[in-house]
T-cell receptor, first 113, second 116 residues
Framework: DQQVKQNSPSLSVQEGRISILNCDYTNSMFDYFLWYKKYPAEGPTFLISISSIKDKNEDGRFTVFLNKSAKHLSLHIVPSQPGDSAVYFCAAVISGSARQLTFGSGTQLTVLP | DTEVTQTPKHLVMGMTNKKSLKCEQHMGHRAMYWYKQKAKKPPELMFVYSYEKLSINESVPSRFSPECPNSSLLNLHLHALQPEDSALYLC???????????????FGAGSRLTVL
């Protein structure tokens, strides 16, 4: 049973527009959430995170929103750039856990020039 | 140095072969991990080493044998693998093995394994 789900395997967006990537989770024990970006032939790289005590975290063009009641988070990229084209993984973790991250299945974002 | 280096990038092996995947980091991280990723699937945790001791084995078959010779190196020894073991094997490291907000995983680029 997947505890972290990304229901959209792919998303295409025009350059300059907003990209919204969604993630749902089922385990209410998760209290920290992260987004990783993965280019082909590279390992995942950390992008942005949010603690469950917040509902928004912003870092430049990237903003993550957390809705705990809906067990839903989203990553907004504004404005989208062709270099943002990659697979984006949502991940969740329980603080103090030694098992680290539970990943979603990823969303392939393609930003069209 | 902020990288995790994995070798080889690609490996093709037969079911009777013995091979090893290697991982190295020089960030002073004390936790190291092996993940397995199949196509269009999320990375799945296999092993966690904390301070050079195996702390988590996620019920991985014994044909995969991890080894942590020192705090900078992590190996994955492979023997008698099956074709379904073909996947991308990712190594990662973090400052410690217990999660905290600053304890972000740094991944290597992965080793693409094909078992014939």
């Amino acid at each position: 049973d997947q505890q972290v789900k990304q229901n959209s395997p792919s998303l295409s967006v025009q350059e300059g527009r907003i990209s919204i990537l969604n993630c749902d989770y089922t385990n209410s024990m998760f209290d920290y959430f992260l987004w990783y970006k993965k280019y082909p032939a590279e390992g995942p790289t950390f992008l942005i995170s949010i603690s469950s005590i917040k509902d928004k975290n912003e870092d430049g063009r990237f903003t993550v929103f957390l809705n705990k009641s809906a067990k839903h988070l989203s990553l907004h990229i504004v404005p989208s750039q062709p270099g943002d084209s990659a697979v984006y993984f949502c991940a969740a973790v329980i603080s103090g856990s030694a098992r680290q991250l539970t990943f979603g299945s990823g969303t392939q974002l393609t930003v069209l020039p | 140095d902020t990288e995790v280096t994995q070798t080889p990038k690609h490996l093709v092996m037969g079911m009777t072969n013995k091979k090893s995947l290697k991982c190295e980091q020089h960030m002073g991280h004390r936790a190291m991990y092996w993940y397995k990723q199949k196509a269009k699937k999320p990375p799945e945790l296999m092993f966690v080493y904390s301070y050079e001791k195996l702390s988590i084995n996620e019920s991985v078959p014994s044909r995969f044998s991890p080894e942590c010779p020192n705090s900078s190196l992590l190996n994955l020894h492979l023997h008698a693998l099956q074709p379904e073991d073909s996947a991308l094997y990712l190594c990662a490291s973090s400052q410690g093995a217990s999660w905290s907000g600053a304890n972000v995983l740094t991944f290597g680029a992965g080793s693409r394994l094909t078992v014939l």
